[in-house]
């Protein structure tokens, strides 16, 4: 049955990455309970940096044990827990829902929260993202997360979900992103912007606003379905190079830009590791794909939205690109 108690209380898995962490502090900003899993407790409370910090509980998502003893008492399960480095998905990513599924049962129908992908459709073919658009993505990546959706669907009732779904993250607190791995430096001057688009428009979405929007959504179970899958608009990059004259602005100056060197990772792709996990994805910066938010502002009168230029511009000064007056930063 679905969990008809009150409780205001979380558990966050994936609280030290930038989606669990950025959920975890907009709720614990609403008075709620919020209990995070981690291997190392210790080290996770100190290298919090969301606030308030939640009740650190040691475990490991990959246990299913742990998992279910952290939800107990729970109402919301966070599941933003993902293998670093985009590697070793086939293995540790449905299992690891599957503990999660475990646990909200355990705690008698808490609802899961994950933060969905587009790489569930085929780049190239689906150009616009609702809650119905067929998931036909073929690649490895892609045909995981489907699985994991999936499995969510078949659990409601007795398990209800929701998923909502946003193109690529930037903002503070994340580093772990295309924007801070691969756009700029993080702790460096912007003295060039790599760009991964190849030709094409991209969807961004900025932490503050999506992890605003999770917050507003969990707070209202009761117009939620009992499987809830919605889009997050965020920023739409029509042309591919909005992201780039933001950050040329945020910066002062006009900084060159150069392109990403997918040629070398697919050179490199066959030895396995990090570029043939990043060659997957490939195809989702050649084709633009929107995602149609109707459903979510139906919900929730409009969507949170930074402007691009002013996102940016928190989001340079967070990695420390930029001084506190918007300049270059002098750090080597």
Same mark, same amino acid.
Request: net charge neutral.
């Given at each position: 049955?679905?969990?008809?108690?009150?409780?205001?209380? #979380?558990?966050?898995?994936?609280?030290?990455?930038?989606?669990?962490?950025?959920?975890?502090?907009?709720?614990?900003?609403?008075?709620? =309970?919020?209990?995070?899993?981690?291997?190392?407790?210790? *080290?996770?409370?100190?290298?919090?940096?969301?606030?308030?910090?939640?009740?650190?509980?040691?475990?490991?998502?990959?246990?299913?044990?742990?998992?279910?003893?952290? #939800?107990?008492? =729970?109402?919301?399960?966070?599941?933003?827990?993902?293998?670093?480095?985009?590697?070793?998905?086939?293995?540790?990513?449905?299992?690891?829902?599957?503990?999660?599924?475990?646990?909200?049962?355990?705690?008698?129908?808490?609802?899961?929260?994950?933060?969905?992908?587009?790489?569930?459709?085929?780049?190239?073919?689906?150009?616009?993202?609702?809650?119905?658009?067929?998931?036909?993505?073929?690649?490895?990546?892609?045909?995981?997360?489907? *699985?994991?959706?999936?499995?969510?669907? %078949?659990?409601?009732?007795?398990?209800?979900?929701?998923?909502?779904?946003?193109?690529?993250?930037?903002?503070?607190?994340?580093?772990?992103?295309?924007?801070?791995?691969?756009?700029?430096?993080?702790?460096?001057?912007?003295?060039?912007?790599?760009?991964? #688009?190849?030709?094409?428009?991209?969807?961004?979405?900025?932490?503050?606003?999506?992890? !605003?929007?999770?917050?507003?959504?969990?707070?209202?179970? %009761?117009?939620?379905? #009992?499987?809830?899958?919605?889009?997050?608009?965020?920023?739409?990059?029509?042309?591919?190079?909005?992201?780039?004259?933001?950050?040329?602005?945020?910066?002062?100056?006009?900084?060159?830009?150069?392109?990403?060197?997918?040629?070398?990772?697919?050179?490199?792709?066959?030895?396995?590791?990090?570029?043939?996990?990043?060659?997957?994805?490939?195809?989702?910066?050649?084709?633009?794909?929107?995602?149609?938010?109707?459903?979510?502002?139906?919900?929730?009168?409009?969507?949170?939205?930074?402007?691009?230029?002013?996102?940016?511009?928190?989001?340079? !000064?967070?990695?420390?690109?930029?001084?506190?007056?918007?300049?270059?930063?002098?750090?080597?």
């Amino acid at each position: 049955m679905t969990n008809e108690n009150t409780t205001t209380t #979380a558990l966050i898995l994936g609280a030290t990455g930038g989606i669990g962490g950025a959920i975890g502090a907009a709720l614990r900003r609403r008075g709620w =309970t919020v209990k995070a899993l981690a291997r190392d407790p210790a *080290k996770a409370a100190a290298g919090w940096q969301n606030g308030s910090s939640p009740l650190w509980i040691a475990g490991d998502a990959m246990n299913e044990a742990d998992v279910v003893a952290a #939800a107990a008492g =729970t109402s919301v399960i966070v599941h933003a827990v993902n293998p670093p480095g985009y590697r070793n998905w086939d293995r540790l990513v449905l299992p690891m829902i599957g503990n999660s599924l475990a646990a909200a049962r355990a705690a008698g129908g808490a609802r899961i929260i994950l933060p969905g992908t587009v790489y569930n459709f085929e780049a190239g073919t689906t150009t616009v993202v609702d809650g119905t658009t067929p998931q036909s993505a073929r690649s490895r990546k892609g045909a995981i997360r489907t *699985k994991m959706e999936r499995l969510l669907e %078949d659990a409601a009732p007795d398990v209800p979900s929701l998923i909502l779904r946003a193109g690529d993250f930037f903002g503070p607190g994340i580093r772990q992103s295309w924007f801070a791995q691969a756009m700029v430096t993080p702790g460096a001057p912007v003295r060039r912007i790599v760009n991964p #688009a190849i030709g094409a428009g991209h969807s961004w979405a900025y932490l503050p606003d999506l992890a !605003e929007t999770f917050a507003r959504l969990i707070e209202m179970p %009761d117009r939620l379905d #009992a499987f809830e899958r919605l889009q997050f608009e965020g920023h739409v990059d029509a042309s591919g190079t909005e992201m780039i004259e933001a950050v040329r602005a945020a910066v002062g100056r006009d900084i060159p830009v150069r392109a990403f060197p997918w040629w070398l990772m697919r050179c490199l792709a066959p030895f396995g590791g990090f570029p043939r996990e990043v060659v997957e994805v490939e195809p989702y910066w050649r084709h633009p794909m929107r995602l149609d938010n109707r459903r979510l502002q139906r919900l929730l009168g409009n969507e949170p939205h930074t402007p691009l230029d002013t996102a940016v511009r928190h989001t340079l !000064e967070a990695l420390g690109c930029l001084d506190q007056r918007g300049t270059l930063s002098q750090a080597a």
